[in-house]
């Protein structure tokens, strides 16, 4: 399970948003307002969705104001909102709400978009658990891998360094799934699990020979699916992987398979519609 990113990764991420929309100043609202007005802003869900960066998004107006306040926020992450939720208010100086508020209903629409295809997914392929991939933005994974989680979601390997997976190309270029595990098997300590991907059964029948924790079955259409599943028999873990969409869920749903994994909770998922409505304090 991915954990909440860490202070500093998320500090990073508000200094590059802010650093790239603001810089020296929002030259419209500085020649409009001056600091010290007060203001409350009310954050509207304007369709359903599962909430994801509310603490991140908190975090962009402290970072611009210490003194803002956050009220009527009786959400967290995870949470399922409905349209017309009003998911947090915050009051504070106008200048910084202003400045803030476009890089925080970013970064929330973004993560809660993750977390919203995600549910939806993980709901339509039950029982089968729904894994994410690697295919993330470049630099931003620790959060895209947090959205999925809070949409009920479970994270497949962070990285190349945390879990063995020997591909296709692995396999080309070591002569077969059993040279490919066996170099590997002498190299990695035992409690390492060792994932292998197939194509076919023979390749199926060769994983089963060396005994891998998981079989990937890369691409595979419903009928050799099912043969394969079958043959393997619960002697290890099945992942299904490899043009999967949701409309594919409820067949696989029924395969027996442990898993699914999916690139496209991260790759392409639609930031969800919140916005910000601002009212100056009397």
Not at 114 to 128: C, E, G, L, M, S
């Amino acid at each position: 399970m991915s954990t909440y990113p860490e202070p500093s990764v998320i500090e990073q991420l508000i200094e590059n948003a802010l650093s790239e929309d603001i810089q020296d100043g929002d030259i419209t609202t500085r020649n409009i307002f001056t600091s010290g007005k007060n203001s409350v802003a009310e954050t509207i869900a304007r369709e359903p969705m599962i909430l994801c960066g509310l603490e991140i998004f908190k975090s962009v107006f402290k970072k611009l104001s210490p003194q803002v306040n956050f009220t009527n926020c009786n959400f967290k992450d995870g949470d399922e909102i409905l349209t017309g939720d009003i998911i947090i208010k915050v009051e504070g100086d106008v200048v910084a709400l202003l400045e803030g508020e476009r890089s925080a209903l970013n970064i929330l629409q973004w993560l809660s978009g993750i977390a919203t295809k995600t549910n939806q997914f993980v709901k339509r392929a039950a029982p089968v658990k729904v894994l994410d991939t690697r295919k993330t933005t470049p630099g931003l994974r620790v959060f895209e891998k947090y959205a999925v989680v809070c949409g009920g979601g479970t994270n497949h390997r962070f990285g190349l360094y945390d879990q063995v997976l020997i591909k296709d190309n692995h396999i080309e270029a070591a002569g077969s799934i059993s040279k490919a595990v066996s170099s590997v098997r002498e190299k990695i300590s035992n409690d390492k699990k060792v994932e292998v991907e197939v194509k076919t059964i023979e390749e199926v029948e060769e994983a089963l020979k060396n005994k891998v924790d998981i079989i990937m079955l890369d691409n595979m259409d419903a009928e050799l699916t099912r043969q394969s599943i079958g043959r393997i028999n619960g002697n290890a873990k099945t992942e299904i992987s490899g043009g999967v969409t949701f409309d594919r869920l409820e067949e696989i749903s029924k395969t027996g398979a442990d898993f699914v994994s999916i690139g496209a909770l991260t790759h392409s998922a639609a930031a969800v519609d919140i916005s910000m409505n601002i009212k100056i304090g009397k």
